[in-house]
């Protein structure tokens, strides 16, 4: 019943998150869509322009991988489903109310080749040992990026976590004023050591980089 009366009329819930203020999560048309104030945080754009992301790696070659920002899980979907990715992700959520968000609404909890870590990416990337083939990084409060991932510290954890070989997908942000200034400084940080791509209007949105590790 609920699904038919979503194509007659969309049904909200909002929830009360201390990190991301209220966020939406909108049943119309029969799909669920997560949305912040300002932004889509999954299963809509957000997912497409990942998922862009992902035609530009090589899957079959990547035995784990990290996405940094959980949302609602629609990018663990994306590669669930329609890339048939069936290896080890480790995902990295700040926000409770959003790893509930994505239990509750879209079906997404841990399983054996699932982790999810409640933790801050900043912190987490510091402290974590092991090495991953592919880095996500998906990390908006709302519909911006905070400042400190653009920053070479961060940059350099990054690179310190993949292995040889292993590449990030960055998700620079959805605000064209400032995108390309924060574009210009992850290049600095990340061009020694990696083959990038650039795609900085993807959907007509959303700024991404991609890197592979240079052979040494």
């Known amino acids: 019943m609920k699904t ?3 194509y007659i009329w969309p049904i909200t819930r909002r929830i009360s998150s201390e990190i991301n203020g209220v966020l939406e999560v909108t ?24 998922e862009f992301g992902l035609t530009k790696v090589d899957l079959k070659s990547v ?14 979907k994306s590669l669930r489903e329609t890339f048939e990715y069936k290896n080890q992700i480790y995902a990295v959520e700040i926000d409770p109310a959003m790893i509930q968000i994505a239990k ?3 079906g997404i909890s841990e ?3 699932l982790k999810i870590i409640h933790d801050d990416a900043f912190l987490f990337t ?23 991932f653009y920053q070479k510290e961060f940059c350099d954890r990054i690179t ?4 040889p070989q292993g590449s990030f997908i960055f998700n620079v942000g959805m605000n064209p004023e400032n995108d390309n200034e924060a574009a210009e400084h992850l290049i600095s940080h990340f061009e020694e050591n990696f083959n990038l791509q650039l795609y900085p209007n ?9 890197g592979t590790k240079k052979e040494r």
């Open 4 to 6: 038919l009366l979503s």
């Open 27 to 50: 049943y119309s048309q029969g799909k669920k869509v997560l949305d912040s104030k300002n932004a889509n945080y999954s299963y809509g754009p957000l997912q497409e322009i990942l």
């Open 63 to 76: 035995d784990n991988l990290l996405l940094l920002g959980l949302g609602g899980g629609s990018i663990i």
């Open 104 to 106: 509750d609404e879209f």
């Open 111 to 113: 399983s054996w080749n």
């Open 126 to 148: 510091k402290t974590s040992r092991r090495k991953y083939q592919l880095v996500i990084i998906d990390l908006f409060i709302d519909n911006k990026v905070p400042p400190i």
């Open 160 to 163: 310190r976590l993949l292995s």
């Open 202 to 210: 993807v959907l007509k949105q959303n700024y991404l980089i991609i």
